[in-house]
């Protein structure tokens, strides 16, 4: 698997005219120029990412197909022509914007990604998100440890529980209480970025 972190702001000037069909769609419908530059940058990135990686972008915009549950996924089964490896069909991918980055995980096999930057936490959160077991451990780390520990304890959770609804394809409508991170594969990188702390992590299913 690989893991690419921009900058959304990067990403400012990129051509549009190439994002897959729906992405296009959603940007004529979006005033807020904050969402409009991460929808931007997300679109670009997959895009890099995908070339980077070895899929064959070309010059005409990406075909993506979407899932009743909104996952997802390259239509096409394009052949990569990878010298080590052999033909490949199209890889699959996760994208996931926070504050000011954006990232993508791209694999031979299904992937979810999620990132979250490190913040304050509104009060009732940690209950709809963390099991029994997670919430107990988030209360005695909040009143033994510091705040900010409980913070990042909270937000690798959170990232956990996201990349796997991600993974499974269905999204939000999970309850987070309900998912064990334990029963997948899991990998969680933590960035620096112009003084904000990030979490970042990936979700795949146990071979």
Known sequence: ???????????????TSLFEAARRKRLER???????????????????????YGYPVG????????DKHGKPSLETEKSLKAADKGPLTAPYFSISHSGDIVVVAVDDEPVGADVQ???????????RVLSETEFSEYNSIAGTKTEEEARVYF???WTEKES?????GKGIGMDFRTIE??????????????????????????Q
């Open 1 to 15: 698997m690989r893991l690419y972190i921009r900058t959304i702001e990067s990403y400012a000037d990129s051509d």
């Open 30 to 52: 979006i005033t807020n120029p904050k969402v409009r530059s991460e929808c931007i940058a997300a679109g670009a990135a997959l895009r890099e990412a995908l070339a980077d």
């Open 59 to 66: 010059d005409e915009p990406l075909k993506i197909t979407y």
């Open 117 to 127: 930057v490190v913040k304050k936490l509104p009060g009732r959160l940690p209950g």
């Open 155 to 157: 937000t690798v959770r």
């Open 164 to 168: 796997i609804a991600k993974l499974t």
């Open 181 to 206: 991170p334990g029963n997948y594969r899991m990998h969680t990188v933590f960035r620096a970025i112009e003084g904000t702390e990030y979490v970042i992590t990936t979700a795949q299913h146990k």
